[in-house]
Structure formats: structure tokens, C-alpha cells
RNA sequence: GCACCGUUAGCUCAACUGGAUAGAGCGUUGGUCUACGGAACCAAAGGCUAGGGAUUCGAAUUCCUUACGGUGCACCA
């Protein structure tokens, strides 16, 4: 039940919604608050009054227990029992499914995520797109949406053709084949330290023979891409990343005629300088080009033909990008042009926009050598988290799986427990620390209570008219909280607002754990504190799981 | 130069989108050790929300302005 809603009704007023019910500062007060001052202009009287009379008229009943005014608020305090009674139940009998809903049914979301560069190994640049992405898809998924995860490669551009010509020079097949992607980036890294005029003459015309569909240098391209998606798919695996497409920028090619045809028609295509472009000016942004003046296309070419290809294919209801903002002007640009085009989808074409990552000395530069790959960071948080455990549980049995489970959900976690927008200065000593506002913490939560579950040896039954304490009822309003945190998550975009949440929730249940014995109750309140113990671990490895997290029940 | 974004405790960040006394974690200091898992819990100290104006019952939040930092601005992706 949606309480906002309920309070809103009851109260009956014009001008109350249930967006204007608040939550108060702090529980003593209540439990949600009608703040009265926008009251006041109608009714012609202070808002202290208006709140006294609204808490005169007002009938508590099974669901509020209580009413008071206090300085022009209208606080309402929750009948505990019932609160109680049904956000248990309902974790109880839903399991997993907590938090879920069918409110997307039939709807498609497409996200553009990762959407990594052929030849490129993984650093911890990459790693905001992809763990956002990810934690949208399954967002999106719970909140009962179709999802379709795209990888929008980046396999267009001379680049290849550099690369290409770096292999014709230097490579040995055998050492490519056995050294990956990383001897592949090595080979284009000399190539932009050594080559010369010549070489890049040439490497313009191998990236002309890709283009032209010539055999030995689509060969190539296509094993240099298959070691990239063999690599790139090892590291998706472990942080629990799918997607349902792989179409890149090379698989536009023979779809953007069509888009220029139509800019053509619409008259938006002017010349200048040589080049095609759409002229932004109107809305005080410089042109989309969209052709060169050499006819080539461009990035936002493929872009336009790219939406345009989705809307087709899935018939979306939105279609987000998570890009870095360094591009927010260049999608500004394209949800323009297609606007301008008369696409009445233009409107639900999403930047969704982080910030960027930088180390603790500076920009990070592949060509300086300051790159921090993204597999040593993993493989760093795993062995600490191996050596955590070896230390604190040395007798768990399958510890590596677990230290995988645990150092992978501190690489994850790191990157999402902030707003997305925020730049972030990576340093090691953050994501090994474990303690505090980690995912660490959470897991360890959830195993602790797993383990009082486990120990009780018994049924979970919720007993009927328990009268919850104050530790207990803030644990219960927390997990109350999580199917709206869920659909906020979605609504902005903000998988940090799940993390958040998380912490939120494991903070509450511990204070609990501290200060209520469980198993050396009986009765009731043994049989209560179960069942909450139960349902907090159901929702935090709920809330885990959706950004891509494991929850170990031993660690 | 123009545009966009950011600036909150020593550090890293929240603040339910305009509400009551601005909250957490780390760090610091002091406590809780028969532990249902101490990767935990409690307490203390720490704030003119970068500066200045405006809007109104009420501003960290909206508007203007200044400073500092970041990003982008025509044939790369």
C-alpha cells in the first residue's frame, strides 16, 4: 500500500496530492507529514490553524494511529502492527520478486551501454558506463519493462586501418593470437609512436579496403574483433553484464543513405565549407555534420541511423544512452536533428550522463602509460578479498568463489554508490576498503543474518498482531521503502539511489541486530524477529542483485 | 570567448526535487569484547551548504552575479 496516497485521500482537500505528503526529519515526529503553508493563500488562514483544524477533523483509523499538529505541520504516525504485518507478508510470500512490478509491461527500453572500441582493453574508464548500464537493464527488467542492452560498438574508423597496417608491419600471428587484445593494443599503440607519413597513407587505404569489402582486411578486422569480444565478454561475465546486441557503428553503414535521403528531402542538409551539416544554429548549437567534405560520413551520421534503426526494430518507449557528458552536446545535436526531421520520438531519446574518471595524479592517458586496466583492479579486489577471509573465516570452504563474489561487488559498488554525475578521482585505497559504506558491508549483513536463519533451525512464521519496537520498526519502514526506491532508481536514471538504499537498510537491521536478541527470544517475538531478519535479507540480496551483485550466505 | 556541469564537516559523499534541528562513511577521540558473525555497534568533536544579491511563510535546493574546478564548442569516435 502506498501510504502517501492513502493519507492524501483520506484527507480529502483540494490542492493535497499524495506528492505533498513529506516524510519528516526524524520518526519521533511521525511517520509522514502534510506540511500546511501552501494551505494557507486558500484558506485565508495560518498555516498553524489549518493544521490544528485538519487534525480535528481527522479519524484515525486501522492504518493511521495517530494524528498531531505541530507548527504548521499535520503529522501522522502509521499503525505499526498493520505496517509491520503487511511489508513482511508481502517479502515473504514474494521472495525475490520484492520490489518488482508489471507497471513496464509491453514497454521496450532500450539501453546503449558499455559499447566498447575493437582493440581497446578495458580500463577503469569504462567501467561507469558499463556497471550503470547494467544496473538500468535490471532495473528496468524488475520494474517489468522489455529490455534490450545494446553494445554499440566502436568498430568504425581509421583507426582500424592503423591497426591493420601496425599488423602488416610488425605483428607475428601466433603472438596476437596468444597475447589478445593487449597485443593487439600494443600494435596500435607503436603505430601511433612510429608511424610516419607513409604508413599513415597506407593505413587510410586499409581502413578504404574495409570499407570496400576487400577479403584479407575484412579477415583481419573480423579476428582483431573476435579477440576483443572474446576478451571483453570474460570481464561482462563477471560483472554480470548481457546484452542483446552487438551492433556497432560498422553495422550502419548501409543504413545511414537512407537518413541523408530523408535530411535531403526535409530540407535540413545545407553545405558549408565543403561539408553536409545540419545548421543548429536556431537553438544555439553549432551544426551536426553529417557528411565531410571528402563525403565520408561521420559519428552522428551513424548515430542518427543508429536511433532510427531502433526505433524500427523495437519500437521503443525510451531509448537511453549512457555516455560520459564530455558528448552532451553531441547528443543535444542528434535528439535535435531528429526532432527537426519530425520524429515525434526524438522526446524519448535519453543522455543518461556520468561523470568522469581520472586518477590521483591526473588524467588518465593510454599513451603515457597511465592507464589502470580495469582486470588489475578486479584482481587486486579479489585478493584482498581473499585475504579477508582467509583471516576472518579461514575455515569457509570455497573461498575463491566467494572472494570473487565479494572483490567484484566492490568494484561494482564503487562505481555506482555515488550520483552518476560526479566525477570520480579513482584511487585503490577506496575500493579495497571494506568497511563502512561498501557493498562489503552489505554482504556481510546479509550473511550475518543468514546465519541467525540459519541457526534458528526452524520455519519462518509471521506471527499475527505483533506490536514492533522502535529498533524493529525502523527496520520495517526501510524495507517498506524498497518498490518506490526501485521505480526512482528507473525514473532518474540513478542506480547509486539502490546502493544508497542498501547501505540504508543494512545500517538499520544491524542497529537492530544489536540491540534485539533474536534466537534467545521465544514465541512471538522470537518468531517475529525471524521473520524480519528473513525479509531483510530477501531485500538487501534483492537490491544487490539489481547492480549486478552477489550475495554470498557465508563469507 | 561562448555554452553546459560541478563546489555541502579534515577527506569521500547524502539530503526523497522548496519544508521542521543539513545527515552518513572514512579519519580523530572515547566507549561496547560470554560474538544469535567485531567486515559490527554506541558516543563525542567537526557546518555561515564557495562569496554576494534576489524570489517567499520557508532556499543546500529556484533566479542573477562573482570566484574556483571540470567538460565541450566543424569535418576523430
Not at 503553508?37 to 488562514?45: E, N, S, W, Y
Not at 539501453?111 to 577503469?124: E, M, T
Not at 527496520?475 to 532508481?489: C, E, G, Q, S
Not at 545500517?507 to 541486530?513: A, I, L, R, V, W
Amino acid at each position: 500500500m502506498d501510504y502517501r496516497v492513502y493519507i492524501a485521500e483520506k484527507l480529502n482537500v483540494d490542492g493535497i496530492a499524495a506528492s505533498d505528503i513529506a516524510l519528516p526529519p526524524n520518526s519521533e515526529m511521525g511517520d509522514y507529514a502534510l506540511p500546511c503553508f501552501k494551505l494557507a493563500k486558500i484558506f485565508r488562514k495560518s498555516p498553524v490553524q489549518i493544521a490544528e483544524e485538519l487534525k480535528n477533523e481527522f479519524v484515525c483509523d486501522s492504518v493511521i494511529s495517530e494524528v498531531s499538529a505541530v507548527n504548521g505541520y499535520l503529522n501522522f504516525k502509521i499503525n505499526k502492527i498493520g505496517l509491520a504485518q503487511n511489508v513482511i507478508s508481502e517479502i515473504l510470500e514474494r521472495g525475490d520478486n520484492y520490489g518488482s512490478s508489471e507497471e513496464g509491461k509491453g514497454k521496450t527500453v532500450c539501453i546503449d551501454y558499455s559499447s566498447v572500441n575493437i582493440a581497446k582493453p578495458f580500463h577503469i574508464g569504462h567501467l561507469s558506463t558499463t556497471v550503470i548500464g547494467g544496473a538500468l537493464y535490471k532495473i528496468y527488467a524488475c520494474l517489468g519493462y522489455n529490455v534490450v542492452g545494446i553494445n554499440h560498438l566502436g568498430d568504425y574508423g581509421t583507426q582500424f586501418g592503423k591497426l591493420i597496417c601496425a599488423y602488416k608491419k610488425w605483428g607475428v600471428k601466433e603472438e596476437v593470437q596468444k597475447g589478445g587484445i593487449h597485443a593487439i593494443n600494443a600494435l596500435y599503440v607503436r603505430f601511433n609512436e612510429e608511424a610516419d607519413e607513409n604508413m599513415e597513407a597506407e593505413a587510410r587505404e586499409y581502413f578504404r579496403l574495409i570499407e570496400s569489402g576487400d577479403k584479407e582486411a575484412n579477415e583481419l578486422f573480423e579476428w582483431f574483433k573476435s579477440l576483443t569480444l572474446e576478451y571483453v565478454k570474460t570481464i561482462y561475465d563477471k560483472l554480470n553484464i548481457t546484452f542483446d546486441s552487438y551492433a556497432g557503428e560498422r553495422f550502419y553503414t548501409d543504413k545511414m543513405q537512407p537518413v541523408i535521403d530523408e535530411l535531403k528531402r526535409k530540407n535540413l542538409l545545407k553545405e558549408s565549407e565543403g561539408a553536409q551539416i545540419v545548421d543548429l544554429e536556431p537553438y544555439g548549437m553549432p551544426p551536426c555534420l553529417i557528411l565531410r567534405s571528402d563525403g565520408a560520413s561521420l559519428y552522428a551520421t551513424r548515430d542518427l541511423a543508429a536511433a532510427t534503426y531502433r526505433k524500427n526494430t523495437y519500437d521503443f518507449y525510451k531509448c537511453l544512452y549512457v555516455v560520459a557528458y564530455q558528448q552532451n552536446l553531441h547528443f543535444k545535436q542528434i535528439f535535435k536533428v531528429l526532432e527537426l526531421m519530425g520524429k515525434p520520438w526524438a522526446k524519448d531519446l535519453v543522455h543518461v550522463a556520468y561523470g568522469m574518471v581520472s586518477l590521483e595524479d591526473g588524467a588518465m592517458s593510454t599513451r603515457k602509460g597511465k592507464v589502470v586496466w580495469l582486470e588489475d583492479v578486479i584482481s587486486k579486489c579479489v585478493e584482498k578479498a581473499y585475504s579477508v577471509i582467509a583471516e576472518k573465516n579461514s575455515a569457509l570452504e570455497n573461498k575463491s568463489e566467494i572472494a570473487e563474489t565479494v572483490g567484484l561487488g566492490a568494484v561494482i559498488f564503487g562505481a555506482l554508490y555515488n550520483n552518476k554525475i560526479k566525477d570520480i578521482t579513482f584511487s585503490y585505497d577506496k575500493v579495497l576498503s571494506f568497511e563502512g559504506e561498501t557493498s562489503v558491508y552489505v554482504q556481510y549483513t546479509c550473511a550475518r543474518a543468514n546465519s541467525v536463519i540459519e541457526k534458528s533451525g526452524q520455519k519462518i512464521q509471521l506471527p499475527h498482531g505483533y506490536m514492533p519496537n522502535n529498533a524493529e520498526f525502523e527496520v520495517i519502514k526501510a524495507l517498506a521503502l524498497f518498490p518506490r526506491t526501485v521505480r526512482d532508481a528507473a525514473d532518474k536514471y540513478e542506480p547509486s539511489l539502490i546502493a544508497r538504499y542498501a547501505v540504508d537498510l543494512a545500517q538499520k537491521f544491524n542497529k537492530f541486530y544489536i540491540e534485539c536478541k533474536i534466537l534467545t527470544e521465544s514465541g512471538d517475538i522470537k518468531n517475529f524477529r525471524l521473520a524480519l531478519t528473513k525479509s531483510v535479507h530477501t531485500t538487501l540480496k534483492a537490491a544487490l542483485s539489481l547492480l549486478g551483485i552477489g550475495a554470498p550466505e557465508k563469507m
